[in-house]
């Protein structure tokens, strides 16, 4: 069974580079699947951020698409986020999921790391 | 692109019915047999009840159904359980995007 671990620094000063990385065991990335990330601010709801797969092709929503990197290191068995020019808007719980491209769902999820935005 | 919209709060007693709706357009619910419906308890991972509309995952009780209708979709939860009590998403599928829905909370 495929389990998914978020890690990284809580806090963020704003204008930095928030950075997070998912470590992923269970199942390999580079047999397939997509990998993504998702966010939930403080009390409201779920906003996609972006997928890649074995391949490194990248997709992004559109809102955040100039300031998000994706990447996937086969070696480790992980993939990462970095989020450039941080606001108080981007203070979040950041899940890192496993995402089935032919039916467009994500089918396992990391519990979550809170990421606050404060100087 | 828009939040799908979602009632905030919906709640049935044990054993009742609850259904949860999910709005969009047909550019993304209406557009496409891929949404999917995400069952969320405080401090717990996210779980996949439904996705391409209807399909249930192995391990979901067969109490969680899905449904779509025009630009709308439902999620149906019948012989509600105290277990049930919890937040609610539903998400679909873009052309350019990936969207999630506002959320329901669901009292039992």
């Known amino acids: 069974q495929v389990q998914l671990q978020e890690s990284g620094p809580g806090l963020v000063k704003p204008s930095e580079t928030l950075s997070l990385t998912c470590a992923v065991s269970g199942y390999s990335i580079s047999s397939g699947y997509y990998w993504s990330w998702v966010r939930q601010p403080p009390g409201k709801g779920l906003q996609w951020i972006g997928t890649i797969n074995h391949s490194r092709d990248i997709y992004s929503t559109p809102s955040l698409k100039s300031r998000v990197t994706v990447s996937v290191d086969t070696s480790k068995n992980q993939f990462s986020l970095k989020l450039s020019s941080v606001t108080a808007a981007d203070t979040a719980v950041y899940f890192c999921?496993?995402?089935?491209?032919?039916?467009?769902?994500?089918?396992?999820w990391g519990q979550g790391t809170l990421v606050t935005v404060s100087s | 692109q828009s939040a799908l919209t979602q009632p905030p709060s919906a709640s049935g007693s044990p054993g009742q019915s609850v259904t949860i709706s999910c709005t969009g357009t047909?550019?993304?619910?209406?557009?496409?047999?891929?949404v999917s419906w995400y069952q969320q308890h405080p401090g717990k991972v996210l779980k996949l009840m439904i996705y391409e509309v209807t399909k249930r995952p192995s391990g979901v009780p067969d109490r969680f159904s899905g449904s779509k209708s025009g630009n709308t979709a439902y999620l149906t939860v019948s012989g509600l359980q105290a277990e049930d009590e919890a937040d609610y998403y539903c998400s679909s599928y873009t052309a350019i995007d990936y969207v999630f829905g506002t959320g329901t909370k669901v009292t039992v």
């Open positions: 047909s550019s993304d619910v209406g557009g496409y047999n891929f």
């Open positions: 999921a496993r995402y089935t491209s032919s039916g467009f769902y994500f089918d396992s």
